[in-house]
């Protein structure tokens, strides 16, 4: 590809979370060539930056790719404050069911998010209660440090309120969290969203929520691509290719039984 040099880089983090790049060259024209390329990515973060703390930092491309499986499940080992698997940027991810244990689990991951701080916590709650729990009772408000579990608070219809842990929300809805918040986590710079069979485990008013969400995403983020496969009529009515809608480049085709 015509390339004329190479320049180590060196990535250091600091305490607080925050992190720098710095390049290691002898070639004074070459170091100060990339140091001024770091330089713009850089202010592009602090000009952009959102809840995807690792995607939209580093600025670089990822796959998303969600499979069909995409069960819940609750954990049964011993939970606590364990790094969750996959957190870094990565050019490609592949996320399936959760819950097999508690690093890989829906309470796991927002526990790991309070652990960290920084307001990652409070931003995939926000993330979650605009999205998808706007016009509902339901609120995603905090996690209980001593049972270590993300805690829904649920207002009854005589002004009373309830809370209760993550799992016994309804799968579908475990599902959508999982998928949307692993999502804006790890959009990056460039990125495409790969979901297969997308209404799985979602009831049709879910299905519409999501296609509507993703809908919005591509209107606020022009970087993103999201590449799904459905059997549900209501996902097809909803996504109306033929339709053109502004701020979206829709396209797709229907596999009919004589093509398979």
């Known amino acids: 590809v015509g390339v004329s040099g190479w320049v180590p880089l060196r990535l250091s ?3 607080s979370g925050g992190f720098e790049y710095k390049a290691l060259s002898d070639d004074i024209d070459l170091h100060r060539l990339t140091s001024d390329f770091l330089s713009t990515i850089s202010y592009g973060v602090s000009a952009n930056r959102k809840f995807m703390p690792l995607g939209d930092s580093l600025l670089l491309p990822t796959v998303l790719y969600f499979t069909a499986d995409r069960r819940i499940a609750a954990p049964k080992d011993r939970r606590g404050f364990l790094e969750q698997p996959a957190i870094s940027y990565s050019p490609a991810h592949k996320f399936d069911g959760e819950g097999d244990t508690w690093a890989s689990s829906l309470d796991g991951l927002l526990v790991w998010y309070e652990w960290l701080g920084g307001g990652l916590f409070e931003e995939a709650a926000r993330l979650v209660n605009e ?3 706007a016009g509902t009772n339901k609120r995603l ?5 001593h049972d ?5 608070e649920v207002e009854r219809e005589d002004g009373t309120k309830h809370r209760h842990g993550i799992g016994q929300l309804s799968h579908g809805e475990r599902s959508l969290i999982h998928l949307l918040v692993r999502s804006a986590y790890h959009k ?4 495409i969203l790969m979901i297969d069979e997308m209404e799985n485990h979602l009831h049709p008013q879910w299905q519409y929520r999501l296609m509507n969400i993703l809908k919005d995403w591509i209107r606020l983020w022009p970087d993103l ?5 459905t059997h549900s009529p209501a996902l097809l009515e909803a996504f109306a290719f033929e339709r053109q ?4 480049v829709k396209g797709g085709y229907l596999i009919e039984a004589n093509d398979l």
Do not use: M, N, W
């Open 148 to 152: 270590l579990a993300a805690v829904i």
């Open 13 to 15: 983090f600091s305490p």
């Open 141 to 145: 408000v905090k996690v209980d440090r």
């Open 188 to 191: 990056a710079g460039s990125t």
């Open 245 to 248: 809608e502004e701020g979206l």
């Open 225 to 229: 691509t999201v590449i799904a496969s």
């Open 131 to 133: 999205l998808l729990f």
